[in-house]
């Protein structure tokens, strides 16, 4: 619960969530807005795959970066270049409709003696994918946790992706891509490091 608690200052971890049969029965709610019949056939058994769908989709807050982070190493002969991992590919939902952001994450840091497991990196993504957000949160986020964890010389972040809520509803724009960087430490005040980052991620398609 603690792991929840310092990644997620929620109304949930007051209050308790709803159960499983009240969040079923706001499915059924929503079908029955939606103008069908939740108790047809083909719609009998989708409150509780969609609560369980949720389950999945939103698993991000039940988990804590800074655990997945923990797991260092620091026998890498002094390496102390970018470690970049591109092309990351997520899912995340919108905060303000609740529909799907389809992207890609880059993600580097300079190491300052300790490196992180590669697979890590791509985890702390899904950890703030899978929750509501906005992409400039998630790219604050996924910076701001290695930043604190690892203390690397500096975290650079880009996330593309596109939001459902401006292809499939609204504005009706598909194909749109938003780009957002968050940048820390050497990335952020030395031109040159951020010049690189940007040719690597960009540079070898
Ligand atoms: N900055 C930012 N905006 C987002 C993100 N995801 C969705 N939005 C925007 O959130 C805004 C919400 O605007 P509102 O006017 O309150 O809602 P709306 O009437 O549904 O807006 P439209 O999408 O323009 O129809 C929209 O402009 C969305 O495009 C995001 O990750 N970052
Ligand atoms: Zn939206």
Known sequence: MDAIVKNFPSQTDVDG??????????????LR????DPQREGL???PTRVVKAYKELFSGYDLAAEDVLGRTFEEVAGFDDIVLVKDIPFHSHCE???????????VAYLPEG???GL???ARVVDIFGRRLQTQETMTAQIAGAIAETLRPR?????IEAEHMCMAMRGVLKQGSTT???TFTGAFKTDAAEQARFMSMVRGFR
């Open 17 to 30: 969530r709803p159960s499983q049969k009240e969040a079923e029965d706001a499915v059924r709610v929503l």
């Open 33 to 36: 807005w939606a103008g069908d």
């Open 44 to 46: 009998i058994d989708t």
């Open 96 to 106: 303000h409709h609740m529909l799907p952001v389809v992207g890609h994450a880059h």
């Open 114 to 116: 300790r490196v992180l």
């Open 119 to 121: 697979s890590k990196i």
């Open 154 to 158: 500096g975290v650079a972040v880009m």
């Open 179 to 181: 780009l957002t960087t």
